[in-house]
């Protein structure tokens, strides 16, 4: 599915590229595909394309590539990639997405995976009166940070940043970085057709035929650094609309935080995907298409009735 535009969005001064899909339905919501870190806004295409096929109603979406990836600009502070900018840069794109998606209505839908969905959540706290539903596929979920305590933002964030520094940042071609790449987790565990849309918007092909990431190893160590400065829960206290909760059945969202979230949202759903990890979304992209298809039609009920 070929993007219908290209937007650039200038969020404070940094400019943030998208993609505009369509969607079969003029005159409804449009969408917003949040990716995780390290990946691209490419990487919703395959859900996308199987939302569409399972009657997704909804005018059409937008994958924005996030601040540091794909070819959206990447600020050289470290500061700039706390998960506050992350949840700005989602309202900036809500309110701008009636004008870039052709025939939407008012209302927007939230879609995000990983910090994605992270992000997703604080945004929709931030525009309750236009954001009608949050889907969020593994959202990162911690307890607050204690202030003078040094500690993970999250489990293992301290871990997967200094992984990340260690990252090859570049290979001889994009032939050889999809046979590195897809032979090792999470990629190996990837649908073909995700690894390819990820691939096609992470890597960078140069002239001399080498392929670089555009999230580089620094960028993707300093958005792990960059959790702490979120503190979800009272954004969470404050969304207005349905929360749907889409799980890996392996995955990694913390059962206690969880129960919070349906706690303080008892409008929240959870759905959990068989077989899949905190990666279902790459693994399982058209099963996460049909459950975003089916939490568009609900809510579209909810709205009639």
Do not use: N
């Not at 993007?3 to 005159?27: F, I, K, N, T």
């Not at 200094?162 to 990252?167: G, S």
Request: net charge negative; charged share 20%; aromatic share 6%.
């Amino acid at each position: 599915m070929k993007p219908a535009a290209e937007p650039v969005l200038d969020a404070a001064g940094v400019r943030l590229r998208g993609r505009v899909w369509p969607g079969p339905e003029r005159g409804a919501p449009a969408v917003l595909l949040l990716h995780a870190t390290s990946f691209c806004g490419a990487a919703w295409e395959p859900v996308w394309r199987a939302a569409c096929e399972a009657g997704a109603q909804a005018a059409g979406a937008v994958a924005p590539d996030a601040r540091g990836h794909g070819a959206s600009d990447a600020p050289a502070a470290p500061e700039a990639y706390a998960w506050t900018r992350f949840a700005e840069d989602a309202v900036a794109w809500i309110d701008a997405l009636a004008e870039i998606v052709p025939g939407a209505g008012a209302d927007v839908v939230l879609a995000g995976h990983s910090s994605g969905a992270t992000a997703a959540l604080a945004a929709a706290a931030a525009r309750p009166e236009i954001v009608r539903g949050v889907l969020a596929v593994e959202p990162v979920l911690y307890d607050a940070p204690v202030p003078g305590v040094e500690v993970d933002s999250y489990p293992g964030s301290r871990f997967m940043a200094a992984q990340a520094r260690r990252r090859r940042p570049r290979f001889e071609s994009a032939a050889e970085a999809r046979a590195r790449l897809g032979a090792r987790a999470p990629y190996a565990g990837f649908a073909p057709e995700a690894l390819d849309a990820v691939l096609a918007g992470a890597l960078a092909e140069e002239p001399s035929g080498e392929a670089a990431l555009r999230c580089t190893p620094q960028v993707e160590a300093s958005c792990y650094d960059g959790a702490a400065a979120l503190d979800v829960w009272p954004a969470v206290s404050r969304i207005a609309c349905p929360v749907r909760l889409v799980a890996g059945e392996r995955g990694f969202m913390p059962p206690p935080l969880v129960a919070r979230i349906r706690e303080m949202l008892p409008r929240t759903r959870i759905e959990t995907l068989s077989g899949g990890t905190h990666f279902v979304a790459l693994e399982q992209p058209a099963r996460v298409g049909e459950a975003l298809a089916r939490f568009l039609r609900e809510l579209t009920q909810d709205r009639v009735d």
